[in-house]
């Protein structure tokens, strides 16, 4: 008995933070599916809006904080699409993604400068006592953190299935000249999936900010994305929920039930372990798309 | 009457080193409907992205010349400009959305309008192709070449255009559907007014639907005329039905070599002797 409610305390807490990594791997998706571009700076942007968020929050306020934070992201994405990725439009993936990196260094670097190098501590007055049903225990504020990034995904996938925009954000994603050929505009495509991605990095940032601080570690956890994006498939967003929930599921449970016989640190090989699996059986991930070919 | 399109000395270069365009003339008029025929590699393809200016995406750029599009130059301008402007290509290989339903492949050529004229255009173009009515939720990836095509034209509808360039419609589809989607594309240039630049290696087919056609050769135009004209042409002929009187294939270029020749000699015979 005892065996088992550790297991559903660990598999739901393992949900939540997983959860939370989809909203990283989210940010990711978002700017695949528009321009087939892994997007490095992801990372970074989480960072930047995290750190923003808490540089304003002591100067006006949460709410008014909030606001800016998503105007200087919106801001970000722009200037980044305008100044580094419009004038690479048909340069090799390759060239791309080093735009990525660049974009990762100047941001990272732009944010040391401006609100220093020390960690910060994000609190949004989240509930600390945890919710006892039984003799399971589950953390409030990990339950509210992960019910803003279901809404937040389900926003975005209503807004990729049911608006104009979203039309033209799958319409690049599956072919992008054909898009460009039938009218949609890439760059104002392009502009906005920036700012969706900028305004995800912002609430990732503020969740992941909330649970383990705001400093530069940060933009190391979007590399928890990776394993997220490779079993989920890169161009999918329920891939990023679903996958996102796979890893956080196998790191709290392979943690509590391996963990002790190994001494620890299982946590962190987990994700990649599933990631390596999922690699071998099936390589473009749960949801990503195997190529239609017509033969 | 005044032309819809107007090419004068056009060059593309890719790369910024390969010319594949060298100083192109091509018109198409007002409501007219205009072949655009030659060998693969002629340059056909690239003469159609030049006008709809999706070369950037291949790293081409037209070098020199100009295309006035209802007497305005567009050389350099946006494609979805272009769009919302009049000119739509159906690119080659269809190229559609196929992770996209049917119906969603058709708003995606819908996106340059506004949503108020969506389901009239729709209602269009489910009259001309009645089978894509059927099919409208099935993702566009799954079906057949012929209704792919056809999906492909319903897109260019949903647009609006003044001019659609065709790129190779007839690729990979089997005669009879060669002769339907012909059919419909003639229909669509009688009955809405279209007008058409259609470029094809079916020269035959091509030229049993235009009044106008140019044949291309390494990037010119090596000669142009009425349909009926290019029809009874030897060359034409020769080139496109594949032999000679002597019955080997010959390319193109040959047989203008043999012309030129022909006529060199001539020149030679009236100045010298």
Redesign the interface.
């Known amino acids: 008995m005892n065996d088992l409610a550790f297991a559903v305390e660990l598999t739901i807490t393992g949900v939540l933070i997983g959860l939370l990594y989809s909203m990283i791997a989210l940010g990711f998706v978002l700017i695949f599916k528009a321009s087939s571009v892994f997007n490095f700076a992801q990372g970074a942007m989480t960072l930047f809006s995290a750190l923003t968020l808490v540089g304003l929050i002591p100067l006006v306020g949460f709410w008014l904080a909030l606001v800016g934070a998503v105007l200087i992201m919106c801001v970000v994405a722009l200037v980044a699409e305008r100044v580094a990725f419009r004038p690479l439009?048909?340069s090799s993936p390759l060239v791309i993604f080093m735009a990525t990196i660049g974009l990762a260094y100047i941001l990272e670097g732009f944010a040391q400068m401006v609100w220093g190098t020390q960690p910060h501590g994000l609190k949004l007055g989240l509930p600390v006592d945890p919710l006892k049903l039984g003799s399971i225990f589950i953390s409030k504020s990990d339950l509210i953190s992960a019910g803003v990034a279901g809404v937040l995904v389900a926003l975005l996938i209503v807004f990729f299935q049911y608006t104009?925009i979203g039309?033209?954000l799958?319409?690049i994603?599956?072919?992008?000249?054909?898009?460009?050929?039938?009218?949609?505009?890439?760059?104002?495509v392009w502009a906005i999936a920036w700012i969706l991605a900028g305004f995800v990095a912002l609430v990732a940032g503020m969740l992941w900010g909330s649970r383990i601080g705001v400093h530069f570690a940060m933009s190391l956890i979007a590399l928890k994305a990776l394993p997220v994006l490779i079993i989920g498939g890169i161009e999918s967003i329920p891939g990023a929920i679903v996958g996102g929930i796979i890893v956080g599921v196998a790191e709290a449970l392979g943690e509590g039930f391996i963990g002790p016989y190994v001494g620890g640190g299982v946590q962190d090989v987990m994700a990649y372990l599933v990631a390596l699996i999922f690699l071998l059986i099936r390589p473009y991930g749960i949801f990503g798309?195997a190529?239609?070919e017509?033969v | 009457m005044s032309p819809i399109l107007q090419m004068r000395g056009v060059e593309v270069c890719y790369d910024r080193a390969i010319h594949v365009l060298h100083g192109l003339n091509l018109h198409v008029p007002e409501k007219g409907i205009v072949a655009l025929l030659g060998p693969n590699g002629a340059g056909k393809s690239t003469t159609l992205k030049a006008i709809s200016n999706l070369l950037k995406a291949e790293r081409g750029a037209v070098t020199n010349g100009s295309i006035l599009f209802e007497g305005s130059p567009i050389v350099g301008k946006n494609p979805a400009f272009l769009v919302r402007s009049g000119i739509f290509q159906v690119m080659e290989g269809r190229r559609l959305f196929t992770q996209l339903t049917v119906e969603e492949n058709l708003r995606t050529g819908a996106y340059s309008r506004a949503s108020s004229s969506l389901s009239a255009n729709l209602e269009l173009v489910y009259q001309y192709f009645p089978r894509l009515a059927e099919r409208r939720r099935q993702k566009a990836g799954y079906l057949s070449g012929g209704e792919q095509q056809m999906v492909a034209i319903g897109r260019s509808l949903m647009a609006q255009p003044k001019l659609v360039l065709l790129d190779e419609p007839s690729m990979g589809l089997a005669p009879i559907l060669v002769q339907e989607i012909f059919g419909i594309i003639q229909n669509l240039n009688k009955q809405e007014g279209l007008s058409v630049l259609l470029a094809e290696q079916n020269a035959v087919m091509a030229l049993s639907i235009v009044q106008y056609g140019f044949v291309m050769d390494n990037g010119r135009v090596a000669m142009e005329g009425p349909a009926e004209e290019l029809r009874r042409d030897q060359s034409v002929k020769e080139f496109y039905l594949g032999a000679s009187e002597k019955g080997e294939h010959q390319s193109y270029a040959a047989i203008l070599q043999r012309k030129r020749m022909a006529a060199r000699e001539r020149q030679r015979e009236a100045a010298g002797h």
Do not use: C, P, W
Not at chain 1, 173 to 188: E, F, M, T
């Open positions: 439009i048909g104009k039309l033209g799958r319409a994603a599956n072919d992008q000249i054909a898009a460009q050929s039938v009218g949609i505009d890439l760059r104002k798309q190529a239609i017509r």
